[in-house]
């Protein structure tokens, strides 16, 4: 798609400024739990309104859940899941300055025994017999050829073949009763007419690709803009 948000350009080059003056402290509350974090440069900062603690907190049977945060960028959700007791999680990143950040931060909340960092496009270094009960993946959603800075792996899926690719290999790799969370913000399409267009197109590549899905939660995202929070199952 031909439109690169401005918003995106903006948070991107806040980004690229931050990364150049080196590692910084953040704090995070996530339901009740003060997360410390730091933050590399060219790694994502976690978007504190937007985590998905309180959702894998309420995951049924978290303790003997095993868990997959699919580009983990600081490490957030992993942290959480850890914290939340989930029995393991797997946290998978392609971009090898996520996968340094989020070492160190689980081991600064002292999780890192429950988690296995895993440098991966996807789910490809993963064993193929290897399930999850719970896989969270907050994805790049950009429909746009964006730089080639490591940064860019975080916000830009061009022609949502990040997407396309994760949804063909997630299938394999969840349990019976297996759930994806993926959020997901209609940037592209927010101010246009139709303004939803960014959730029914990436709503009809779940159903394509084999899922049925709920909206378990709704939020507003800056001015014009809507964030939805998507759980998949396989049909
Ligand atoms: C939007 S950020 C989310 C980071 C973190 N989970 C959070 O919520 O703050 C997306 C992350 O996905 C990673 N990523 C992009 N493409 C990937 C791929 N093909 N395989 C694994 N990780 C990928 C990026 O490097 C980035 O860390």
Redesign the pocket.
């Known amino acids: 798609m031909e439109i690169n948000p401005e918003s995106t350009i903006y948070f991107r080059n806040q980004i690229k400024r931050e990364s150049e003056k080196g590692v910084y402290p953040i704090s995070v509350n996530c339901v009740g739990k003060n997360i410390s974090l730091k933050i590399f440069p060219e790694v ?1 900062p ?2 504190k309104e937007f985590l998905l603690g309180e959702f894998v907190k309420n995951f049924p049977d978290l303790a003997n859940a095993e868990v997959a ?6 490490g ?2 992993a942290i959480s899941a850890a914290l939340f007791r989930a029995r393991h999680i797997d946290a ?4 090898p300055e ?1 996968l340094k950040c989020s070492k160190e931060n689980a081991q600064i909340n002292k999780v890192d025994a429950k988690i296995t960092f895993i440098l ?3 789910f490809t270094k993963i064993e193929s017999s290897k399930k999850y009960d719970l896989i969270l993946a ?3 959603f950009i429909d746009f050829d964006g730089g080639k800075d490591l940064i860019d ?2 916000l830009y899926d061009n022609n949502h073949i ?1 997407h396309k690719n994760f949804l063909a290999q997630a299938k394999k790799h969840l349990t019976d009763n297996g759930r994806i969370l993926l959020p997901h913000a209609n940037l592209q399409s927010g101010k246009r007419e139709n303004s939803n267009a960014d959730f029914d197109g990436l709503e009809k590549m779940i159903i394509d690709a084999g899922y049925e899905l709920q909206i378990i939660a709704k939020k507003p995202f800056r001015t014009d803009y809507k964030w939805r929070l998507y759980e998949l199952r396989i049909k």
């Open positions: 994502f976690p978007q945060d699919i580009g983990t960028g600081s957030i959700e998978i990143d392609i971009n996520a991966s496009d996807l907050n994805l790049p792996l975080a990040i």
